[in-house]
């Protein structure tokens, strides 16, 4: 199911990059701050990233660990808000009564995030380049225990299996260990 689901939103957002996704980011009043405009045009189109309440985009933003499980929920259900619930006693000690509870959980119940150490899964925190290229490898079939994504190397391990699957490609300015940007978390 994992597979075809990924296939089909691969083919999702093929057909929507060739068709030209909307113009969504020159709504933006932030419009020239965006670099992956196409991407941003695309993830804004399939529902998976919103601007701001203020009209922007906010580009050059960090995203948070929450946003990002939000993020994925939201992709592999095809852009729409799937129907989630919670655990009476959540997965992580942090996460209880958060706005993201319900995406965090359902992540993890798929094996799609982890937490940070000591049951926390710090959903406020910044998400790194490397903690969201674990989640999409993840979220794409590998098995994080099987791929090296946990123990002492997890960092090292991801890191290449994010770029032998080009997920660094085209990015700006990418340091792996740094918050990633709305703007690179789009493309």
């Known amino acids: 199911k994992r597979v075809l689901s990924l296939g089909l939103a691969g083919t999702m957002l093929a057909g929507m990059m060739m068709v030209g996704a909307s113009a969504a980011s020159k709504d933006f009043s932030d419009a020239a701050d965006i670099q992956n405009t196409d991407a ?6 399939l529902g998976v990233i919103k601007g701001k309440d203020t009209g922007d985009f906010d580009p050059n933003s960090n995203v948070t660990r929450g946003e990002m499980a939000k993020m994925i929920c939201v992709a592999i259900n095809g852009g729409a808000e799937p129907v989630l619930g919670t655990k009476a006693t959540p997965s992580f000690s942090d996460i209880s009564n958060h706005w993201a509870e319900s995406y965090i959980e359902y992540c993890s119940s798929l094996g799609y995030v982890s937490g ?3 049951g ?6 910044n998400v790194t380049s490397t903690e969201a ?9 590998y098995k994080a225990e099987v791929s090296g994504f946990t123990g002492m190397d997890w960092s090292i391990n991801t890191n290449s299996v994010a770029n032998q699957q080009g997920l660094y490609e085209k990015l700006a300015k990418i340091d792996t260990n740094a918050p990633m940007s709305r703007d ?3 493309q």
């Open 40 to 45: 941003v045009n695309t993830m804004v189109a």
């Open 116 to 118: 940070r150490g000591n």
């Open 120 to 125: 926390a899964f710090d959903p406020a925190g």
């Open 133 to 141: 290229a674990k989640m999409i490898l993840t979220t794409m079939g």
């Open 184 to 186: 690179n978390a789009a």
